[in-house]
């Protein structure tokens, strides 16, 4: 079993959409957890962090954490096209010592105008 | 500009052909590693380097060196490529490691056949 688990999709939504995005996890011990966008042919860039549990809201992006659950959500409202990429989540034990990111295999979002 | 820069971007070769994938970095920042994006696999680490002179494998090391002999430079290794090792391969930096923001290169995509 895969410390973390993504949907691969591809998640097709009409432009103006709400979009779900989620990852399950295993390890206990996760405490900070981000989304990362990656666009085709170019690097994942980091879009959001949260610590430990509850909510965190940039613009339209939402980010929840359900430590109980194991469980991790990216909400985007009024999706657009150009939110058209892949969403990586991942996550990291904490920001003592070494504690190296672990990734989902990422979703792959289309958003069509 | 912050940024991460790999090169080359795309890189054809042959089997048992050496080949170095350079990675440079302008934020000072200690740690380094390098990651393979597979499709269904996600990003997968190769190698880590938690500061100059200091380096340790990852999840996915064989068939692949790394050096770090200045803070900036961290270039992947590939002494005799195999077909296996066709991939998108990403350098990525933080400020230490476990930070939630890594900074990723723009990738290299390796074809050995």
């Known amino acids: 079993q895969k410390e973390v688990e993504q949907d691969p999709g591809p998640l097709s939504v009409p432009e103006g959409a709400i979009v779900s995005l989620n990852c399950t996890y295993s390890?206990?011990?996760?405490?900070?957890f981000m989304w990362y966008r990656q666009y085709s042919r170019k690097g994942p860039e980091l879009l959001m962090y949260?610590?430990?549990?509850g909510n965190k809201e940039d613009g339209r992006f939402t980010a929840q954490v359900d430590k109980s659950s194991k469980y991790i959500s990216l909400f985007i409202r009024d999706s657009q096209p150009s939110d058209s990429a892949t969403y990586l989540c991942?996550?990291?034990?904490?920001?003592?010592?070494?504690?190296?990111?672990?990734f989902g295999t990422g979703t792959r979002l289309l958003v069509s105008p | 500009e912050a940024q991460v820069t790999q090169n080359p971007r795309y890189l054809i070769t042959v089997t048992g052909k050496k080949l170095t994938v350079t990675c440079s970095q302008n934020?000072?920042?200690?740690?380094m590693s390098w990651y393979r994006q597979d499709p269904g696999l996600g990003l997968r680490q190769i190698y880590y380097?938690?500061?100059?002179?200091?380096?340790d494998k990852g999840d996915v090391p064989e068939g692949y060196k790394v050096s770090r002999k200045e803070k900036r430079n961290f270039p992947l290794i590939l002494e005799s490529p195999s077909p296996n090792q066709t991939s998108l391969y990403f350098c990525?930096?933080?400020?230490?490691?476990?930070?939630?923001?890594?900074?990723f290169g723009q990738g290299t995509r390796l074809t050995v056949v």
């Open positions: 991942a996550m990291s034990a904490g920001n003592t010592g070494f504690q190296k990111l672990v």
């Open positions: 390890n206990s011990a996760f405490q900070y």
């Open positions: 949260t610590y430990s549990s």
């Open positions: 934020m000072n920042h200690e740690y």
């Open positions: 380097s938690m500061n100059v002179e200091v380096t």
């Open positions: 990525a930096s933080s400020l230490w490691t476990g930070d939630t923001e890594a900074f």
